[in-house]
T-cell receptor, first 111, second 114 residues
């Protein structure tokens, strides 16, 4: 069965530090992969997506993610975190007829 | 990106009553919309897939008679929680499906049943 795991429930980083949020998926075919961010009081916003081609994808707000088929991973990165990046981050994979979300990683940013 | 609205943003209702939540795609046509439920500090749980002009497809464990979904047009889907009980209190989120499985999400509706 398709699944998505995000090993880190909560991460705290200092402002200006680099960030990596981990995501692993289980899917038989080439996946469509997504990262979404959910800020308090706001709807989920798409940060970036991978369908095919270049395995390093660039997104909005300075985020990027790298698809590694051999590791079934799609980790999200940002070189320098801003206080406004504090939010909940969800990795997701498109299955045959739906999108499956990971459990989420809560990001806190220390000023 | 495309915009999806939800109304109301929050609602309080008494146990035993019904409440309707509207989900509208404002600048694109959504043949398919999804309804999710989110508990505090948890991920999104897919409740049902709503297809314009046809019956919704419910996920296992979701009561179709309690959570009525209607997708009467390409821009509007509604979720009606019938005979609501306190355990139905939750955050409900809808999304419209665009191409390549990209979704545009509404801001969510906070339902509190007293």
């Amino acid at each position: 069965a398709q699944s998505v795991t995000q090993p880190d429930i909560h991460i705290t980083v200092s402002e200006g530090a680099s960030l990596e949020l981990r995501c692993n998926y289980s899917y038989g075919a080439t996946p469509y992969l997504f990262w979404y961010v959910q800020s308090p009081g706001q709807g989920l916003q798409l940060l970036l997506k991978y369908f095919s081609g270049d395995t390093l994808v660039q997104g909005i707000k300075g985020f990027e993610a790298e698809f590694k088929r051999s590791q079934s991973s799609f980790n999200l990165r940002k070189p320098s975190v801003h206080w406004s990046d504090a939010a909940e981050y969800f990795c997701a994979v498109a299955s045959y007829d739906k999108v499956i979300f990971g459990p989420g990683t809560s990001l806190s940013v220390i000023p | 990106g495309a915009v999806v609205s939800q109304h109301p943003s929050w609602v309080i209702c008494k146990s035993g009553t019904s409440v309707k939540i509207e989900c509208r795609s404002l600048d694109f046509q959504a043949t398919t919309m999804f309804w999710y439920r989110q508990f505090p500090k948890q991920s999104l749980m897919l409740m049902a897939t709503s297809n314009e002009g046809s019956k919704a497809t419910y996920e296992q464990g979701v009561e179709k008679d309690k959570f009525l979904i209607n997708h009467a047009s390409l821009t509007l889907s509604t979720l009606t929680v019938t005979s609501a009980h306190p355990e139905d209190s939750s955050f409900y989120i809808c999304s419209g499906l665009a191409e390549f499985w990209e979704q545009y999400f509404g801001p969510g509706t906070r339902l509190t049943v007293t």
